[in-house]
């Protein structure tokens, strides 16, 4: 039977997605993203159209930089700047009944009870529909010089301090208090039940606690986990924590490599591995014709140019792709600096190596980049066209489902939702979604709680002892 596909947006509170641009395209209402009503207009847009989640990107303070230094380019692009989706995201779920909404938050830059508070309180006004991505955070050299520390904490550290502080986040919303502690019984005058308060204590390498989960138990308890970052340590991470997976994708081999990788290891901590969903960014140009996609497709590259490209990829990497030869592999000409793979390696390996077994070029790096950015794939063609390469990605590489990256926003929604949604519902690939009214029943189907077999389900009972 052909697998449901989930349907997701990608956005990153500002006016572009992914490193490229296209505010100044007719085209494009980008330049709006500071206008409630445009957040509003696109959840509204992907409710009735059926979609599962409103995903928001960013969390990290860090901006994309030259080796820590600003870019007038990326400045100039209005790239600098984005909002907040944690605060946009309430006025969304007010506006919509089924929607989905995931909001990044970075690890490592305050203490955990920050990100425990903030989604408990999404679970609650969002009534279950809000997940965690959890990154250890983009462009960490200028989020450290911001954050006023003296040096980036490293890859690897960065993950291990991460999985402590996703630990001490579970052991408040898991543990902290019972799914009936509120009890609003006006007879007895009692709000709350005392006896299904429970004390939270950690005492950790990196992070401590003592004291009370302040927020009532909402409907999901635990967000839905979702995480990003696909290098071997992110994804040990996500086997052992997350619940969803964003990866970006440059072959369909690399991508089937990493989704087996990631489930195989979720089956070593003895979970379900179809119970992770594996979502991939696909940035789709679509029209009634493949000529008139592939137009669009040329006026959206045309706004692009290596400067900004290299730019944008050097918040994510570390590297400086126009200090290079252009004319020969990237892989051949790492600097020993100690510094590429530390800001970030998923960005760096999907360059290694073409289905074929050859390397790409510099040049070759920045030309796709200048297409999608550090997007995942991209397909341009007719409904028809697309919704067989979507087909083919899903059934090759055992993904779940796609994050769109839209290139003109609301208006290449509206062109997938009104011309690709159609075809792809014709071949029974967006059948409905589970039934719950929560984002963790639509995704994974198997109630509002955590799964017994992932590790938070453990902080549950005897939590007051466990420290
Ligand atoms: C697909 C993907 C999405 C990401 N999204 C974000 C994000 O929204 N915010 C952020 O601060 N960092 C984001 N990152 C960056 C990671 O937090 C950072 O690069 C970290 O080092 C983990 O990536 P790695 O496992 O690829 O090394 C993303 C990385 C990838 C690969």
Same mark, same amino acid.
């Given at each position: ?84 989706? /944690?605060?946009?995201?309430? @006025?969304? =779920? *007010? ?5 989905? +909404? #995931?909001?990044? $938050? &970075? ?123 696909? /290098?071997?340590?992110?994804? @040990?991470? =996500? *086997? ?5 997976? +964003? #990866?970006?994708? $440059? &072959? ?216």
């Amino acid at each position: 039977m052909a697998k449901r596909m989930i349907l997701g947006v990608f956005e990153a509170g500002t006016q572009q997605v992914g490193g490229t641009t296209s505010w100044a395209h007719p085209k494009s209402q980008n330049g709006d993203y500071r206008d409630i009503e445009y957040w509003i207009g696109m959840a509204r847009m992907l409710d009735d159209a059926g979609f599962d989640l409103l995903f928001f990107a960013g969390g990290s303070f860090g901006y994309a930089s030259l080796k820590g230094e600003l870019s007038d380019v990326l400045v100039r692009e209005g790239m600098m700047f984005g909002l907040d989706g /944690s605060y946009i995201i309430p @006025a969304l =779920a *007010a506006a919509t009944s089924r929607l989905g +909404f #995931v909001v990044t $938050t &970075t690890t490592g830059s305050d203490h955990p009870l920050h990100t425990v508070r903030k989604y408990s309180t999404l679970d609650h006004v969002t009534k279950g529909r809000i997940g965690w991505n959890i990154v250890t955070g983009a462009s960490q050299n200028t989020m450290a010089k911001m954050l006023g520390q003296t040096e980036m904490v490293p890859h690897d550290k960065r993950y291990e301090a991460a999985a402590e502080y996703v630990e001490v986040a579970l052991k408040f919303w898991e543990g902290g208090n019972d799914d009936d502690a509120v009890v609003l019984d006006r007879a007895t005058g009692v709000f709350a039940d005392p006896q299904k308060i429970h004390p939270v204590v950690h005492e950790g390498e990196y992070y401590r606690s003592n004291g009370y989960h302040t927020q009532p138990p909402s409907p999901q308890r635990s967000p839905v986990l979702f995480q990003a970052g696909t /290098s071997a340590a992110g994804r @040990a991470f =996500a *086997a052992r924590h997350a619940e969803a997976v +964003f #990866v970006q994708g $440059t &072959t369909y081999e690399q991508t089937a490599a990493n989704v087996a990788d990631i489930r195989r290891r979720a089956a070593e901590e003895g979970r379900d591995p179809a119970d992770l969903k594996l979502i991939v960014g696909v940035t789709v140009i679509t029209a009634p014709t493949s000529a008139e996609a592939h137009r669009l497709r040329a006026e959206f590259e045309a706004l692009q140019s290596d400067e900004l490209a290299a730019h944008y990829y050097s918040g994510n990497t570390g590297l400086n792709l126009l200090e290079y030869d252009f004319d020969r592999p990237l892989k051949d000409q790492l600097p020993d600096d100690g510094l590429a793979g530390q800001m970030g390696v998923s960005n760096i390996e999907r360059f290694y190596t073409r289905p074929d077994g050859s390397a790409p070029t510099v040049r070759e790096i920045l030309d796709d980049l200048k297409g999608k950015g550090t997007r995942g794939f991209a397909i341009t063609g007719d409904p028809v066209e697309v919704a067989d390469e979507l087909e083919r990605m899903i059934d090759l590489t055992d993904l779940d489902g796609f994050m769109l990256e839209a290139v003109f926003n609301t208006a290449s929604m509206r062109d997938v939702i009104d011309l690709v949604l159609p075809e792809l519902r014709r071949r029974g690939r967006l059948d409905p979604a589970p039934e719950g009214t929560t984002l963790r029943e639509r995704l994974i189907g198997k109630g509002p709680h955590l799964a017994a077999e992932h590790h938070g389900a453990d902080l549950r009972p005897e939590f007051s002892a466990s420290t």
